[in-house]
């Protein structure tokens, strides 16, 4: 699948003559729906315009570490941080050295540095400079890296000579840069998920909540879209913004979210129950605003359904993943979610510790299936979500 709809690329254009070949690059990467920013070097401005570039990528073109303006409108860092993925190309044969050692000299270097995203570098010099023996291990240490190798091609060169290293042709730079993205692992399979926090109704303003913030959903709704899942999301209260690829319901109570679960839940192959569902509401929802003075000493509590529960429970039931958000006897309180429950996995995470879990950005968690407890280490919500779903696949399809 070559889709790179939704998808940030960052093009860094470095000093090779096939640097006038980049604005078809950002033409390509368009055209599979990447929306695109370009980093130019000193070396890259020699051989294509920036207004070029600026005019085809449609955002102004960064080339400068240290200039101030620039850096308040994106910096370095929030660059790095904006990129899915980065593509070098051309990559010259200085750029690639810089990489390898870790140099951070100019914006596109700092940045490389600075990114969590997946790194690309399209190579382009000279057939000799290419066949050399310091190319080789440098392209050798920067794969065992992690940044991936779009292998030039064989053929007529600008120099004259005959050999390889000339530029992959722009649309191949684009599928290749497609293809990190595309794992088809859950292709043809359908996916339901509950996201955020549930909102239960004390009277026309007040209300009782939690402080999720639909980022682990999220993250997850976005791998399963990334795996070719047709996704289904029923989203409470959330602060992050909606993966855009999949089906949406919005929802406000437990009761509301219990309902929109089963009107879909027919046809799903895999049901993620990431939603903080409270686990009571009021048990009368006052039609006007309760006064100070109206002796209100408390508030009868009705329990909600448990959604997860009662999907384990259907007769042709999905695969059930539920989330289990604990403060102590985290392996034996999940577990016993695991049988209560009757789903298939618990996802286990620590909330007590503010660093991960509920509202921050990174995670650290168990994953518990009736065979075995395995540890998914701290990191990002994104890849934690994404190792979940390695193994939810590995495990259930
Ligand atoms: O029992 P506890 O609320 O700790 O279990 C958490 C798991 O159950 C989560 O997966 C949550 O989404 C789900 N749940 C639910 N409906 C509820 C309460 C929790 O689906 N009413």
Redesign the pocket.
């Known amino acids: 699948m070559n889709n790179l709809a939704n998808k940030r690329v960052l093009l860094g254009v470095s000093g090779s003559i096939a640097a006038y070949k980049s604005p078809d690059i950002v033409r390509r990467l368009q055209d599979l729906g990447a929306e695109v920013r370009v980093i130019i070097t000193n070396g890259g401005r020699e051989f294509v315009s920036e207004l070029s570039l600026q005019t085809v990528s449609k955002n102004k073109v960064h080339d400068n570490l240290w200039d101030k303006d620039a850096e308040l409108a994106m910096g370095h860092i929030e660059l790095a941080k904006w990129a899915d993925a980065v593509i070098i190309a051309p990559a010259s044969a200085n750029t690639i050295a810089k990489l390898c050692h870790g140099k951070a000299d100019d914006l596109l270097s700092t940045v490389i540095l600075a990114t969590k995203a997946a790194v690309l570098i399209a190579p382009s010099m000279n057939q000799q400079m290419f066949a050399s023996k310091a190319i080789k291990e440098n392209l050798e240490i920067l794969n065992n890296r992690g940044v991936v190798t779009i292998e030039p091609g064989f053929g007529e060169q600008a120099c004259g000579d005959v050999g390889e290293g000339r530029l992959a042709e722009p649309i191949e730079i684009a599928k290749q840069v497609a293809n990190i993205f595309s794992n088809n692992t859950l292709s043809g399979k359908k996916v339901l998920i509950?996201i955020g926090g549930t909102i239960e109704a004390i009277d026309p303003v007040r209300y009782i909540s939690n402080h999720s913030s639909g980022k682990m959903g999220m993250a997850l709704a976005h791998a399963c879209v990334q795996a070719g899942a047709e996704t289904t999301l029923i989203v409470g209260s959330i602060s992050v913004d909606v993966e855009k690829r999949a089906n949406v319901t919005y929802i406000t109570s437990?009761n509301e979210?219990?309902d929109a679960v089963m009107k879909k839940i027919k046809s799903q192959d895999l049901f993620i129950?990431?939603?903080?569902?409270?686990?009571f509401r009021p048990t009368k929802i006052s039609q006007n605003k309760i006064k100070k003075d109206s002796n209100l000493s408390s508030i009868e509590l009705t329990r909600?359904?448990?959604?997860?529960?009662?999907?384990c429970k259907l007769k042709n039931k999905p695969i059930c993943?539920?989330?289990?958000?604990?403060t102590e006897n985290f392996i034996a309180n999940a577990t016993a979610?695991l049988e209560?429950?009757k789903?298939d996995a618990?996802i286990l995470n620590d909330i007590s510790n503010t660093e991960i879990g509920l509202n921050s950005d990174e995670n650290e968690v168990h994953f518990l299936s009736q065979e075995k407890t395995e540890k998914i280490d701290r990191s990002s919500k994104q890849i934690i979500a994404e190792k979940i779903i390695k193994k939810v696949t590995k495990y259930f399809f």
């Open positions: 509950t437990a979210m219990y129950s990431c939603a903080a569902v409270a686990d909600n359904k448990d959604i997860l529960e009662s999907v993943i539920g989330f289990a958000a604990e979610k209560i429950k789903c618990i």
